[in-house]
């Protein structure tokens, strides 16, 4: 018997050993593929020759406001979208791009084409995207990096395209790398203004309800003066690392049909969908009234952001978690916090139950069940509740009513509001994955007038139609709810089945918090 055990024993260590080896070797020959296929080192464009439409704008507010940066909240949907795509027609000098997601829906094939007329305009296009989130449709990015203009690089991409069982097979054995990924947004236009924040590129987060979606409420700020400049540098630094690859290095042989690309973008942009939703978003709209009449001055703006090579794992620099953590340290009176996703850990549990102790008024909206598109996430999540609603927190899960269409919105904004005058606006979820795996980048200011429009949204969002609050009834979680038009209490999860509540309840006793 035991002869028996020992030897299943050596052939584990042995499989265990050979995936190791195999492993790396899977990443020095990822390496060594990186520095043959990096493209040249670009660098922002300085803000000179012609003037643009954007310099004409802003140019002037700048003088007005020397050593000032200016923000402007960006909380409805609409705005957001008619923000990057107006900033796109004023472009005259270039357009830095880089998201975690960019899908070729409605809107994302929509703003193809603002970028496309840009690039055909003179401008330089540079478009940043991770790989995660542009396997399967690669042919439309290699179409758009055809143009002269326009370069698309893959933040730490598998090496295998086409080909589904070499790539899964590449990703598994290089899973510690794969697993790191850019989760970063910003939308620099001209080195005038920067948009950066929750959003992706997408229709969920533009209320492009033609596509049938749920809608997600979400928050970006924009950004001009400054520290703009600051955004370009760091664009520029994740532009130039060895993770980012030119998109034609990984298909060296795609040759594109440009006919046929531009007959497909027009199928989508020329739609009845596509027209009702620019009717919707932008006729009518004046574009320098939208980018600048809520635009507030300040000089107390900070960039957080992560060095770019916190994806393979390295500390050159502060990460965007550790001065949030000191931030929430500091807190005197209290802290508002929005986030989608919300596993704090045990250290980040202990840190604001703590903070609730000491007397921090301390309120967290994050997804209901009934809404989140992450069980896995919500099922980490759960551990956490009880421990902070008896050390006093006040706990919100948002949960709205259904619109017209039948699905309900959810949650996307990541906001972090301190001591009613710092607020935090960015990408950053409080979660294990964003501390610890992803890069992530978000903006810290203090300017009264966009506080207070962050701190309405946040009132807004946790009002009784649109979350349930949490409570404890004799040591058992409770939720507010609406029933009739009248205030209940219910004893479950609102508006969850039992299944999906046993599948939340399940994962929430698994050893996967760290990769959430």
């Known amino acids: 018997m035991i002869e028996g055990w020992l030897g299943a024993l050596f052939w584990v260590m042995l499989a265990a050993a050979a995936v ?50 200016g923000i402007l909240a960006l909380i409805d949907n609409p705005d957001a979208y008619a923000a990057r795509a107006h900033s796109a027609r004023m472009a005259g000098r270039s357009l830095d791009l880089m998201y975690y997601i960019w899908r070729t ?94 959003r992706n590129i997408g229709d969920t987060y533009y209320d492009a309800e033609e596509s049938g979606l749920a809608m997600s409420r979400d928050a970006d700020v924009m950004l001009t003066g400054p520290v703009v400049a600051e955004v370009e540098g760091l664009f520029d630094s994740y532009w130039n690392l060895g993770l980012a ?12 049909n440009v006919h046929a690309f531009r007959r497909r973008m027009a199928r989508h942009n020329r739609s009845p969908h596509a027209r009702s939703f620019l009717a919707r978003t932008l006729q009518g709209r004046d574009p320098a009234q939208l980018l600048t009449s809520r635009l507030r001055w300040t000089d107390r703006v900070t960039l957080l952001a992560d060095p770019p090579d916190k994806a393979l794992g390295h500390r050159s620099g502060p ?31 202990d840190l604001l139950t703590g903070i609730a102790r000491m007397g921090v008024r301390l309120s967290i909206l994050t997804n209901a069940l009934s809404v989140t598109d992450m069980v896995l996430v919500h099922g980490a999540y759960r551990h956490y509740r009880l421990p902070l609603l008896k050390a006093g927190a006040r706990l919100f899960e948002f949960g709205p009513l259904p619109r017209a269409t039948g699905r309900r919105d959810l949650l996307h904004t990541k906001v972090f509001l301190i001591d009613g005058r710092q607020a935090v606006v960015g990408s950053l979820n409080f979660d294990l994955r964003s501390a610890f795996m992803n890069t992530e980048l978000g903006v810290l200011f203090e300017e009264p007038d966009v506080f207070a429009e962050l701190s309405t949204m946040f009132d807004r969002q946790c009002a009784p139609d649109q979350a349930h609050c949490l409570s404890l009834e004799r040591g058992r979680l409770r939720w507010s709810v609406i029933r009739g038009g009248e205030n209940g209490v219910a004893r479950f999860e609102p508006d969850s089945p039992v299944v999906l509540r046993a599948v939340s309840w399940v994962v929430g006793h698994l050893p996967i918090q760290s990769y959430l």
């Not at 931030?327 to 986030?339: H, P």
């Open 245 to 256: 690859l030119p998109i034609l290095t990984l298909w060296p042989e795609f040759k594109v």
């Open 105 to 198: 829906d409605l809107t994302g094939w929509l703003l193809i084409e603002e970028l496309l007329e840009a690039a055909s305009r003179g401008v330089r296009v540079r478009l940043l995207l991770d790989d995660v989130n542009v396997q399967g449709f690669d042919r439309a990015f290699l179409a758009l990096n055809q143009h002269p203009n326009v370069e698309v690089r893959l933040f730490n991409p598998t090496r295998n395209r086409g080909h589904v069982a070499r790539r899964s097979l590449e990703m598994l054995l290089g899973l510690s790398r794969f697993n790191r990924r850019m989760h970063n947004k910003a939308w620099i236009a001209d080195g005038r203004l920067a948009i950066v924040g929750g």
């Open 319 to 349: 990460w965007m978690g550790e001065a949030i953590t000191a931030l929430l340290r500091e807190a005197k009176e209290e802290v508002r916090l929005v986030t989608p996703y919300f596993v704090p850990g045990n250290d980040g549990c």
């Open 20 to 69: 190791a080896a195999l492993s790396t070797l899977t990443w020095r020959s990822w390496r060594r593929f990186a520095r043959k296929a990096r493209g040249p080192v670009t660098m922002a464009l300085p803000k000179t020759g012609p003037l643009t439409p954007l310099d004409a704008l802003f140019a002037p507010l700048e003088a007005g406001n020397p050593g000032k940066s």
